[in-house]
Structures are given as C-alpha cells and as structure tokens.
C-alpha cells in the first residue's frame, strides 16, 4: 500500500471499526468521480463545512461536450456556490439561445436545402418568457460539459484545495457498520493507498460504485447508437438565425435526422466557430468504427463534400433509459449518471446530477453533525429516485418526439431524395391541397414544447418523503404537468421565487435569504410567534436558521410586487419552514395553539427523530 503524498488526515477515532485497521486517509466523505455531480457535490461539501476527498479516474475534466444545457434549478445551486457569474460569463448569451429550429437540410442543390421548416422557442426564450423570469432569479444557460468542468474544478479547487485528486482510480470499496474502507490507484505513482470514510458518494457514472454496492440499473439499454463530432468550421453561410442554438436536419439526401449544436467558444449562432455534429447509426453499422468514414458521411449529410473541418473529438455512445433500483446502500450512495441515465434530448442528465448532489449534501452534513439521524438520509433515494425515473422518461419521450418530425415530413431514409423533396417541397407550397399537410406538421413542431419548454420537469419537481411534513392538503391538478411550472408552498414543492426588499431598499430573492445549510423559516407579517418559536427551536437543537416575516407593506422584508404572498399559500399569521436545499418542508395555515410544538415536531420529522 502506498503512502499518500497529500498528507494523512485523521478523523474522529469512532470512524475506525476494526483495531489495528488504520487507513491511510480518514475522511468523512469520500466522493468517487470528478465530473458534474462530483464536483458540484464537493463544493456544496466544502460549503458546508464537511471535509472529504474527491479521486476521479482520468488525469482531467471530460474531453466530450456532452451536456450543455444548465436549467434553472441547477443555476441557483451553482447561483449559491458563487460559481454562476464565471459559467454565465464563458457560456451563450441568452439572446443566442432563445430557439431552436428545424431545417430541410443544411445545403444541397435543391433550394429547399437551407430553409427552415419552422422554429419556436427554446429554455425560456433567453430568460424573456415571462414564466421562467417569476420562477427564479436566474435564467437558463448553456456551456458545454468539456468547459463547464473545468470551471467547476477551479471553484472546487478554491474551495478546498486538498480535497480534490484527479489520475486516482477507486479500485475497490468494502462497509461495515460504522464506515466505507476503499482502495485507491495513485495512476501518477502507481501506488494504491486505503481511505476510510463514513460515507462514499458515486459519482462516477455509473462505472464501478453501484455495480460493486450490488445495485443494478434497470430500464432499456441501446435504444440508438449515436455518434458525435466535434469541430471547428465556418458555417455561418449556411445558417441564418443567430438566436437558433440546436439546428435540428432533415436533408431529403439521407432522409436521417442530423443535428448540428453550436459550441462557442467566442461567438454564437451561425458564427460559432466549433460546433457538433450527431447522428444516429444502426448498431451494427460497420462505418462507426472508422473515423475518416464517420467524418465523410458527416460531410455527406450536410451537404458539403469539400469542408475541411478540424476534428477535435469523435465520441460514439448509445442513448440508455436506465434508473438504479437503489440509490443507497447502507453508507454508499449513487448520484447522477451513476443512478440514471439519460439520453440527452431534453438536457436533464447533467441537472439531474446537479440537484441530486444539492439533496444529499446537506443531509449528510445534518447527519455528520448530529443535527439529524442517519434515517435522514434515507429520504435522498425516496426523493430523488422519482424524479430521476420521470426525467428518464422525459428524455427518452423527447426522443421518439423528434421522430415524429420525419414522419408528419414524409422524409425517411426508406425513401429515394426525388421523395423525400417532394414531400419537403409541400411545407411551402401554394396548394391548398397540402393545407392539412402543413396543419399537422405544425402541430407536430408545437408538441416539441415538450423538450423546449419542459419547465415543470425542471423547475417544479416536487418531494414526498419523511422528510417533508404534511399539511393535509391535496396537491393541486396540474395545469400542463411538462409545461407549466405552477409555483406552490404546499409541502415538498421547491420554494417560490420572489425578489423581497429590506427597509434599506436592498433586494434579494428569497431564496438568497438562507445560507449554506440553513433552514429558512417564512412567516407573514402578523407571524412573529413562528418566528420567535423558530429561534428558540434552533438554538435548542444547534440548527442554523433564518427567520423573518414577510409582508407587502409591513414585515421583516416587504414584497413590493405582492409576488410573495401569491404564491405563500397561508394567511398573513402562518409560516412555512424551508430545508437548506430549498424545499419547503412545512406549512402552517394559520398561527395556530402552539406554533413552537409544531415547529419542533416539525423539525424531528425532517431530521428523522420523530
Ligand atoms: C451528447 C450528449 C449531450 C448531453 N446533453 C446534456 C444537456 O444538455 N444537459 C444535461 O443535463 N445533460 C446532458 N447530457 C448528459 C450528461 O452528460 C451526463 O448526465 C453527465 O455527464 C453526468 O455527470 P456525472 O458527474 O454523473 O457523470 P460523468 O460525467 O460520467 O462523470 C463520472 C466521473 O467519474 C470518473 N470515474 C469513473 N470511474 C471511476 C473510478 N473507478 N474512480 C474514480 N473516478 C471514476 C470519471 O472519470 C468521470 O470523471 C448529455 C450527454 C450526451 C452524451
């Protein structure tokens, strides 16, 4: 076993369950992979206060583009790490990522090459839809992964310079009762040494942790073999709208869906200058096993045969629906690609990731400072599972949708180009004939709102666990359940977002109002006793907690657009409490006999003690 060159940390002595056994690192958490959820997860950790290592596999962060699209939920979390400025500074501005559009082809001898079919708008139209601006202080982005992570390493790295080891592999990992004893590969020096750790985090995609903790992912395998190629190029001749992010190809040539994404870094639009190509091959086709063939038929499908690209990366992967059956195995938990795995159509993989790490973090630390018992962290699979099967689902239906475009076209590989533009043709012809033509097409391009507007899925995703106390209320009959976000205080829903000045006239958004592991406790403005029940309750228990009222015109802090109390869901004497991840986790109507009781009943239920 070989000596770590960092240094030997040791841990509380309660952390060793075998005499004699030391470890050559003790450390509270141990986290396996260095990509989004790890990272993401090392920061919210170091927040925290919770020491841990980090060991991912590879020598750097990912060489793919992969996942691109941050959604809201993810930018808040990313909003409270301090990290959001540099990944809204290096990714699209909004105005470049407002649509997306479908195209018949790219370029071809045909003049229906180049034309857009029909295009609609995309993630919240650049943070212009009113409902994504009301549902949160922070718009959506978009920053490729192979950029996204290194940025994510810097802040990690400032955070807690020693807690992060790239080139070191997770070899294997036991547990017992009281610990997780892993070995690790120093690839550097070839040595392995042992950590210790009261809990391991897999974050590693799905490679060693879960199949090793004995849990499967279940769903469908191969459902399409992608492949993508990344490039640099000059297209801007060939594309037109520089609002349009996703072009999405259906050239008559191939009759095949092509999708062309643009990458930066610099500019946007038709005048990126890298982009990504994708398209889908049969699984035993034979071309996806030569580079110069996949670059060729590239260059086939967007119609030109005399680019000369710079190829940076070819990446081949197949699009998967898998959910572990388990999230947790006694001390060892999966999160991100390791718990599910998504195609990327509908961008929810790398979130999911994201906000997996933002639910169990904070519960680990409650749990390491014995503020909750270990059965707190039993909630994170009972949360987080159905919300990554239903994002699982919504990536693969978002799929097949697309497919629906080709076939409401009457463009298929099946068919000779001579068919293929002739049915292209009809999208803009004259004929009256082809009126119902044109009325289904569009009608199928509208249902693509399902992927392009997907914001309950990303934003409104609701938890139900023994962590969430309820109030007795039915939960309400969603309007559009992958449309509309419907904001709600009702137990288990995410906080509402609202902008809440200070007698000073500064303006925060409520969320802002509780810091790194910090319940928040929100009364109305006639709702001091919850206020000052909190404050003793806090103190008792040693919880960090925020409390204060709210009102339009009188409170703690005032809701000058009164969007506070349309969404608070109780009366001007009631009170919600919110979990440091920012779900509400209770709600009280009304001040009630004994505010202080239900608040400490309240708090034990979260915290598992009840
Ligand atoms: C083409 C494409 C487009 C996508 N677009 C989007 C999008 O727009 N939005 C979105 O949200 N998602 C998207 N995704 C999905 C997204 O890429 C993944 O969901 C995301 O990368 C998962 O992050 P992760 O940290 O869980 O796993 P990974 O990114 O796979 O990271 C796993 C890490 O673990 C390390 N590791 C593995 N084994 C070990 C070991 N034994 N020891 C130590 N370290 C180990 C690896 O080296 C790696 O660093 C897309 C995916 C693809 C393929």
Aim: charged share 20%; glycine share 10%; with cysteine.
């Amino acid at each position: 076993m070989g000596h770590d060159e960092g240094g030997t940390k040791r841990a509380p002595s309660h952390l060793l369950s075998v005499e004699d056994s030391v470890s050559d690192i003790e450390v509270p958490v141990l986290i396996v992979g260095g990509g989004g959820a790890g990272l993401t997860a090392s920061m919210l950790l170091s927040d925290l206060g919770i020491e841990h290592l980090l060991v991912s596999a590879l020598p750097g962060t990912s060489t793919l583009p992969k996942a691109h699209v941050i959604n809201q939920r993810s930018m808040e979390i990313y909003r409270k790490l301090g990290v959001a400025g540099d990944i809204y500074e290096a990714g699209t501005p909004p105005e470049a990522m407002a649509r997306t559009a479908w195209y018949a082809g790219l370029n071809g001898e045909d003049p229906v090459y180049g034309r857009e079919i029909a295009s609609q708008e995309a993630w919240g139209a650049g943070y212009t839809d009113p409902d994504y601006i009301a549902a949160s202080p922070c718009r959506m982005t978009n920053l490729p992964q192979l950029r996204l992570e290194p940025v994510l390493l810097a802040h990690a790295k400032r955070k807690s310079p020693e807690s992060i080891r790239f080139n070191h592999e997770l070899l294997s990992f036991t547990q017992d009762d009281d610990g997780v004893s892993s070995t690790v590969l120093n690839k550097d020096t070839g040595e392995t040494y042992t950590v210790r750790s009261e809990y391991l985090y897999g974050c590693d995609g799905g490679r060693k942790v879960g199949a090793e903790a004995g849990i499967e992912l279940l769903g469908q395998r191969n459902i399409l073999y992608t492949v993508s190629v990344h490039f640099t190029a000059d297209l801007s001749k060939y594309l037109k709208d520089p609002s349009v992010l996703i072009n999405w190809m259906w050239p008559a040539h191939t009759g095949l869906l092509t999708l062309l994404v643009a990458m930066g870094p610099d500019s946007w639009g038709p005048g990126s200058q890298e982009w990504v190509f994708h398209e889908n091959y049969a699984f035993d086709d034979n071309r996806v096993a030569d580079d110069d063939a996949l670059i060729a038929n590239m260059k086939h499908a967007l119609g030109l045969p005399d680019l000369e690209p710079t190829v940076h990366k070819i990446s081949r992967w197949t699009f998967e629906a898998l959910v572990a059956e388990r999230f947790q195995e006694g001390r060892v938990f999966l999160l991100g690609d390791a718990a599910h795995r998504h195609g990327p159509t509908g961008g929810l993989g790398l979130n999911t990731a994201i906000q997996d790490a933002y639910n169990l973090c904070w519960k680990t630390a409650a749990v390491l400072g014995a503020q909750a018992s270990p059965a707190l962290l039993e909630s994170y699979q009972a949360e987080r599972q159905p919300v990554a099967a239903t994002n699982v689902r919504r990536s693969t239906e978002n799929a097949m949708n697309h497919m629906a475009i080709g076939e409401a076209l009457g463009v298929s590989p099946a068919n000779s180009t001579a068919d293929n533009l002739a049915s292209l043709h009809r999208v803009w012809s004259e004929d009256p004939a082809d009126d119902d033509f044109r009325a289904a097409l569009s009608a199928t391009i509208a249902a693509q709102s399902m992927e392009f507007r997907e914001h309950n899925i990303e934003a409104g995703f609701r938890y139900d666990s023994a962590a969430i106390v309820p109030d007795g209320s039915q939960e309400p009959e969603p309007i559009d359940d992958i449309r509309i976000y419907q904001p709600s205080t009702r137990p288990g829903s995410p906080l509402p977002h609202a902008w809440l000045e200070d007698h000073r006239g500064n303006r925060s958004a409520v969320q802002d109002l509780g810091g790194a592991g910090e319940y928040i406790l929100i009364a109305g403005e006639e709702g001091r006793e919850w206020v000052e029940a909190a404050g003793r309750i806090a103190s008792e228990q040693g919880l960090a907690l925020k409390a204060f009222t709210v009102g339009h015109s009188s409170g703690d802090y005032l809701d000058p657009r009164c969007a506070w109390i349309r969404d608070r869901g109780h009366t001007a004497t009631g009170a919600i409490l919110v979990r440091p991840d920012k779900f509400i986790a209770f709600r009280a109507d009304k001040a009630g006999d004994s505010p202080e009781e239900d608040l400490r009943q309240a708090f034990l239920s979260i915290a598992g003690r009840a």
